[in-house]
């Protein structure tokens, strides 16, 4: 006999198993797992199984089947059943299944449920995802000055963490820089521009007025301080303020083209 367990979670589907499984039981199943949309947050499945007898002949067959036709699209399937049966469903969920299994006794349903709610608290795969962590990197110019409002509406939307990262490429250095009498100057325009940006970045995280925003100032190339600083603070959306431009940009390959290319998350160009 099989019957459909009600959950209060969008991203599990749940059913219970008991004495001897049917072909109408599978064909049942089967039905209700291809009911649910390619688009659903439905990821995780939830097996009990009580005082189980085995099954029919034909259901073998449509067990087989439907594991290789749907159970495959869950990323997480607990089992929970009788320990005579752990070995046999171990074995049967290892041949079947694409996604993680484990095995669950009847005292430690609650574990069952917990360990499903792990992975439904991830992002859901598609769009729009669950973004966590949204780095905007900013040029602070005038020509972007909305981008920022754009970028903490988007964060604001997810209740995300936001980053406002401002990227400073070293200054060119040529042999006049090297002179004794030049170095001074150029330690002190360099903290010029470092002081400046720190003012800005300041203003700007004022003006978003978003209490999950954080500001942070780097310096080095553009593109891989961008990537990298995403990957190492796990950030799952990067925004970037994109402007039409000519000539070497379009040889070279703009910096939003770059970081797409080179990122490992998604990433959002705001035009401007």
């Given at each position: 006999m099989l019957k459909e367990i009600p959950v209060n979670d969008e991203c599990i589907l749940a059913f219970a198993i008991t004495g001897k499984l049917t072909h109408r039981d599978c064909q049942e199943l089967l039905a209700r797992l291809k009911s649910v949309p390619e688009t659903s947050a439905a990821r995780s499945l939830l097996l009990e199984v009580e005082a189980f007898e085995g099954w029919e002949a034909e259901a073998a067959w449509d067990t087989l089947s439907l594991g290789m036709a749907h159970l495959k699209e869950f990323e997480r399937i607990a089992i929970i059943g009788?320990?005579?049966?752990?070995?046999?469903?171990?074995?049967?969920?290892?041949?079947?299944?694409?996604?993680?299994?484990?095995?669950?006794?009847?005292?430690?349903?609650?574990?069952?449920?917990?360990?499903?709610?792990?992975?439904?608290?991830?992002?859901?795969?598609?769009?729009?995802?669950?973004?966590?962590?949204?780095?905007?990197?900013?040029?602070?110019?005038?020509?972007?000055?909305?981008?920022?409002?754009?970028?903490?509406?988007?964060?604001?939307?997810?209740?995300?963490?936001?980053?406002?990262?401002?990227?400073m490429e070293p200054l060119p250095i040529d042999g006049d820089v090297l002179e004794p009498g030049t170095i001074p100057y150029q330690m002190e325009f360099e903290q010029q521009r470092t002081d400046n940006a720190a003012q800005q970045m300041k203003e700007l995280a004022q003006r978003l007025d978003y209490p999950h925003t954080t500001t942070k100032i780097l310096s080095g190339s553009p593109v891989s301080t961008i990537v990298s600083y995403a990957d190492e603070h796990d950030a799952d959306l990067i925004l970037l303020a994109h402007r039409c431009h000519s000539g070497l940009e379009r040889l070279m390959g703009s910096i939003t083209a770059r970081v797409v290319k080179h990122a490992s998350c998604d990433v959002l160009s705001l035009r401007v």
């Open positions: 009788d320990k005579g049966w752990e070995v046999w469903i171990i074995n049967l969920a290892r041949f079947l299944l694409r996604g993680k299994s484990r095995y669950f006794e009847h005292d430690q349903i609650d574990e069952a449920w917990a360990w499903l709610h792990e992975e439904t608290s991830k992002p859901v795969p598609g769009f729009p995802r669950r973004y966590r962590h949204i780095l905007f990197a900013t040029d602070l110019s005038e020509a972007t000055r909305q981008a920022p409002i754009q970028a903490r509406d988007i964060a604001r939307q997810y209740d995300a963490k936001l980053t406002v990262l401002h990227v």
